[in-house]
Protein backbone atom coordinates (compact mmCIF):
# COMPACT_ATOMS: atom_id res chain seq x y z
CA UNK A 1 0.00 0.00 0.00
CA UNK A 2 1.35 3.57 -0.78
CA UNK A 3 0.61 6.14 1.53
CA UNK A 4 0.24 9.93 0.77
CA UNK A 5 0.87 11.73 4.52
CA UNK A 6 -0.70 14.87 5.14
CA UNK A 7 0.51 17.63 7.25
CA UNK A 8 -2.25 20.42 6.76
CA UNK A 9 -1.22 23.88 6.68
CA UNK A 10 -1.36 27.26 4.37
CA UNK A 11 2.29 28.32 4.61
CA UNK A 12 3.70 25.20 5.39
CA UNK A 13 1.83 21.81 4.05
CA UNK A 14 4.17 18.58 4.71
CA UNK A 15 3.94 15.24 2.57
CA UNK A 16 5.05 11.94 2.64
CA UNK A 17 4.61 9.08 0.35
CA UNK A 18 5.52 5.89 1.92
CA UNK A 19 5.18 2.31 0.92
CA UNK A 20 4.11 -0.09 3.33
CA UNK A 21 4.63 -3.69 2.01
CA UNK A 22 4.28 -6.86 4.84
CA UNK A 23 4.76 -4.52 7.42
CA UNK A 24 7.58 -2.91 6.29
CA UNK A 25 8.42 0.58 5.51
CA UNK A 26 9.91 2.06 2.73
CA UNK A 27 10.04 6.38 2.90
CA UNK A 28 9.92 7.18 -1.14
CA UNK A 29 9.58 11.07 -0.49
CA UNK A 30 8.48 13.68 1.73
CA UNK A 31 8.89 17.38 1.28
CA UNK A 32 6.56 20.55 1.84
CA UNK A 33 4.61 22.79 -0.50
CA UNK A 34 5.67 26.63 0.56
CA UNK A 35 3.66 29.33 0.56
CA UNK A 36 4.57 33.41 0.81
CA UNK A 37 3.00 35.31 3.36
CA UNK A 38 3.22 38.54 0.89
CA UNK A 39 1.95 36.26 -1.68
CA UNK A 40 -2.44 36.63 -2.20
CA UNK A 41 -4.36 33.70 -0.34
CA UNK A 42 -6.46 32.62 -3.59
CA UNK A 43 -2.93 32.39 -5.10
CA UNK A 44 -1.61 30.27 -1.68
CA UNK A 45 -4.70 27.98 -1.73
CA UNK A 46 -4.04 27.44 -5.64
CA UNK A 47 -0.06 26.14 -5.18
CA UNK A 48 -1.41 24.12 -2.61
CA UNK A 49 -3.92 22.67 -5.43
CA UNK A 50 -1.23 22.41 -8.21
CA UNK A 51 1.58 20.83 -6.46
CA UNK A 52 -0.22 18.25 -4.64
CA UNK A 53 -1.98 17.35 -7.60
CA UNK A 54 1.63 16.77 -9.46
CA UNK A 55 3.11 14.89 -6.31
CA UNK A 56 -0.06 12.61 -6.66
CA UNK A 57 0.05 12.18 -10.15
CA UNK A 58 3.90 11.23 -9.98
CA UNK A 59 3.53 8.88 -7.33
CA UNK A 60 0.40 7.24 -7.43
CA UNK A 61 -0.91 6.74 -3.63
CA UNK A 62 -3.15 4.56 -2.86
CA UNK A 63 -4.88 6.44 -0.25
CA UNK A 64 -4.07 9.62 1.79
CA UNK A 65 -4.04 10.21 5.47
CA UNK A 66 -4.39 13.50 6.72
CA UNK A 67 -4.57 15.25 10.25
CA UNK A 68 -8.05 16.34 11.49
CA UNK A 69 -8.53 19.97 11.61
CA UNK A 70 -8.24 21.25 15.38
CA UNK A 71 -9.13 23.93 16.86
CA UNK A 72 -6.66 26.78 18.27
CA UNK A 73 -7.27 30.23 20.26
CA UNK A 74 -5.90 31.87 16.71
CA UNK A 75 -9.86 31.94 14.35
CA UNK A 76 -8.21 33.12 11.79
CA UNK A 77 -5.60 30.60 11.10
CA UNK A 78 -8.00 27.92 12.20
CA UNK A 79 -9.94 29.46 9.23
CA UNK A 80 -7.12 29.55 7.12
CA UNK A 81 -5.64 26.04 7.67
CA UNK A 82 -9.24 24.54 7.33
CA UNK A 83 -9.42 26.47 4.09
CA UNK A 84 -6.31 24.91 2.60
CA UNK A 85 -7.53 21.56 3.98
CA UNK A 86 -10.51 22.08 2.33
CA UNK A 87 -8.32 22.11 -1.24
CA UNK A 88 -6.33 19.48 -0.43
CA UNK A 89 -9.19 17.24 0.41
CA UNK A 90 -10.92 18.03 -3.13
CA UNK A 91 -7.28 18.21 -5.09
CA UNK A 92 -7.16 14.64 -3.23
CA UNK A 93 -10.83 13.43 -4.30
CA UNK A 94 -10.45 14.84 -7.72
CA UNK A 95 -7.52 12.11 -8.27
CA UNK A 96 -9.71 9.24 -6.91
CA UNK A 97 -7.98 9.05 -3.86
CA UNK A 98 -9.53 7.44 -0.67
CA UNK A 99 -8.98 9.65 2.16
CA UNK A 100 -8.41 8.97 6.18
CA UNK A 101 -8.54 11.27 8.88
CA UNK A 102 -6.56 11.34 12.39
CA UNK A 103 -6.67 13.33 15.61
CA UNK A 104 -3.10 14.16 16.97
CA UNK A 105 -4.07 11.92 19.65
CA UNK A 106 -4.50 8.57 17.33
CA UNK A 107 -1.07 9.49 15.42
CA UNK A 108 0.90 9.45 18.44
CA UNK A 109 -1.15 6.58 19.78
CA UNK A 110 -0.10 4.43 16.47
CA UNK A 111 3.24 5.84 16.07
CA UNK A 112 4.90 5.36 19.48
CA UNK A 113 1.95 3.58 21.44
CA UNK A 114 1.60 5.92 23.72
CA UNK A 115 -1.36 8.71 22.95
CA UNK A 116 0.22 11.65 24.79
CA UNK A 117 3.66 11.77 23.42
CA UNK A 118 5.13 14.58 23.29
CA UNK A 119 6.83 15.69 19.53
CA UNK A 120 10.43 14.53 20.47
CA UNK A 121 9.26 11.02 20.94
CA UNK A 122 6.81 10.97 18.13
CA UNK A 123 10.21 12.49 15.88
CA UNK A 124 12.17 9.44 16.92
CA UNK A 125 9.82 6.71 16.42
CA UNK A 126 8.77 8.26 13.07
CA UNK A 127 13.09 8.05 12.39
CA UNK A 128 13.13 4.28 13.86
CA UNK A 129 10.02 3.19 12.03
CA UNK A 130 11.35 4.55 8.47
CA UNK A 131 15.04 3.52 9.24
CA UNK A 132 16.01 7.34 8.12
CA UNK A 133 19.30 8.79 9.86
CA UNK A 134 17.55 11.89 10.07
CA UNK A 135 14.76 13.59 9.78
CA UNK A 136 13.82 16.68 7.89
CA UNK A 137 14.64 20.16 9.24
CA UNK A 138 10.79 20.65 9.07
CA UNK A 139 8.37 19.45 11.41
CA UNK A 140 5.45 19.66 9.17
CA UNK A 141 6.98 17.02 6.83
CA UNK A 142 7.98 14.64 9.41
CA UNK A 143 3.99 14.86 10.94
CA UNK A 144 3.27 13.92 7.31
CA UNK A 145 5.31 10.50 7.89
CA UNK A 146 3.75 10.14 11.23
CA UNK A 147 -0.02 10.56 10.08
CA UNK A 148 1.46 8.06 7.07
CA UNK A 149 2.49 5.35 9.60
CA UNK A 150 -0.67 5.61 11.49
CA UNK A 151 -2.83 5.00 9.00
CA UNK A 152 -0.69 2.03 7.70
CA UNK A 153 -1.05 0.86 11.75
CA UNK A 154 -4.52 1.43 11.49
CA UNK A 155 -5.85 1.52 7.40
CA UNK A 156 -7.64 -2.41 8.93
CA UNK A 157 -10.24 -0.15 11.15
CA UNK A 158 -10.00 3.18 9.51
CA UNK A 159 -13.17 4.90 8.80
CA UNK A 160 -13.14 6.89 4.98
CA UNK A 161 -14.07 10.44 4.32
Do not use: W
Amino acid sequence: MRILGIDPGFAITGYSIIDYIGNKFHLETSGAILTEAKTSFPLRLEKINKELDHIIKMYQPDAMAIEELFFNNNAKTAINVAQARGVILVTARQNNLNIYEYTPLQVKQAVTGYGRADKIQVQRMVKMILNEEKLPKLDDVTDSMAMAICHAHSSKFAQRL
